[in-house]
């Protein structure tokens, strides 16, 4: 099956076009208007983004709200699985990622024709597959799942069919535990997650003993368990907004502290440690490749803007529609 195509366009300005005097959320918000743009931005970038944005939420917010907006234009302020997600569930509009190289090294763990094999050595398995992954991958799944509804998705699979999981082993060991159903897991891992240190976690938290410790079920099994909450980023946003703690230890993409900070001023927020103990480790290289420049830049040059044949269109519907059905209890979050 063809691969998506992230197009990006000729004679198109580049930021040392841009005067340096330019007001660029002034001019952001100008386009977007004329252009009858939404901005969408995940939970992992800057701060700045995700103030600018129209809507902040996680993949299954992001992906509903793609699904349903009435807009002529998607910014897609994500990675590119993200942008690909809202091509698939809104062909008519056109959807622009202001970085066509922001990548998921999840996505890149797990390529369409390696899974293939997988899917064929397993014949009798329902693939259920986290939606860090590239389009092609998404078609030759059975349905997909995020972290915040993979849960409710496979207590509704038929209890007498294996499971492929892929492509996060964390995330697939960490639900194989909670709903005790037989699965096969991918062995792909998130770059982010999994450099955590349990050692330099367990040092931090002898610094800060009130600390809560709320982890995304992607990190190694190693730091869940000295986690207080394990969930999805919309559930430890949750969660230490509801706590009666002040203090958190954050082991997930670091840039979702925005939220809690603006949400909880009064609270105290501290990303959990690399190996180092001293790394920036908690932050997503790819996600930092968005930028303003770069927003402005894809909403001047309408690019890159992603683009699929409509054949690998349809077939990555089909699971993401499941998924949308299969969540229907999970609550939307309409505000930003
Ligand atoms: O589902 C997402 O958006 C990701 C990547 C993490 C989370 O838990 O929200």
């Known amino acids: 099956m063809p691969d998506t195509i992230v197009l990006p366009q000729a004679n198109a300005l580049t930021a040392r076009d841009i005067d340096p ?67 698939i569930l809104s062909p008519d509009k056109l959807v622009l990622i202001p970085d066509a190289d922001a990548g998921c090294s999840l996505e890149d ?24 992954c590239s389009a092609e991958v998404k078609a030759l799944s059975d349905v997909i799942v995020t972290s915040s509804n993979a849960e409710t998705i496979i207590r509704q699979l038929p209890a007498d069919r294996p499971i492929l999981f892929a492509p996060d082993r964390h995330l697939g060991a960490f639900m194989r535990r909670k709903t005790g159903r037989e699965m096969t897991l991918w062995p792909g891992s998130c770059i982010i997650h999994e450099q955590f240190s349990e050692r330099e976690l367990v040092k931090l938290k002898t610094q800060y ?20 909450h394990v969930g999805s980023t919309r559930a430890i946003l949750d969660y230490v907004l509801s706590s009666p703690a002040d203090e958190f230890i954050i082991a997930t993409e670091k840039h979702i502290i925005h939220q809690m900070e603006k949400a909880a001023p009064g609270k105290r927020f501290i990303p959990a440690p690399g190996a180092d103990g001293s790394c920036d480790c ?27 044949p409509e054949e690998l269109r349809i077939a990555a519907k089909a699971p993401l529609t499941r998924m949308l059905e299969m969540s229907v209890s999970i609550g939307r979050r309409d505000a930003a």
């Open 21 to 87: 005097s330019l007001d660029l959320e002034a001019e952001i918000a100008r386009l977007r208007r004329e252009r009858n743009a939404i901005i969408l931005a995940h939970y992992y970038q800057d701060g700045e983004i995700q103030d600018l944005a129209d809507f902040v939420g996680d993949s299954l917010d992001l992906s509903r709200k793609a699904a349903a907006t009435d807009a002529d234009v998607i910014v897609f302020c994500g990675v590119r699985f993200m942008g690909e997600v809202a091509k």
């Open 109 to 132: 763990s797990c390529k369409p024709e390696p899974f293939r094999a997988f899917r064929e050595a397993h014949p009798d398995h329902i693939a259920v597959t986290y939606i860090n």
């Open 209 to 228: 003993p009130a600390a809560k410790i709320a982890a995304h079920p992607e990190c190694p099994e190693p730091i869940l368990v000295h986690a207080d």
């Open 282 to 308: 908690a932050r997503c290289p790819f996600m930092a490749l968005n930028t303003m420049e770069k927003i402005y830049l894809a909403l001047k040059n309408d690019a890159p803007r992603v683009e699929m």
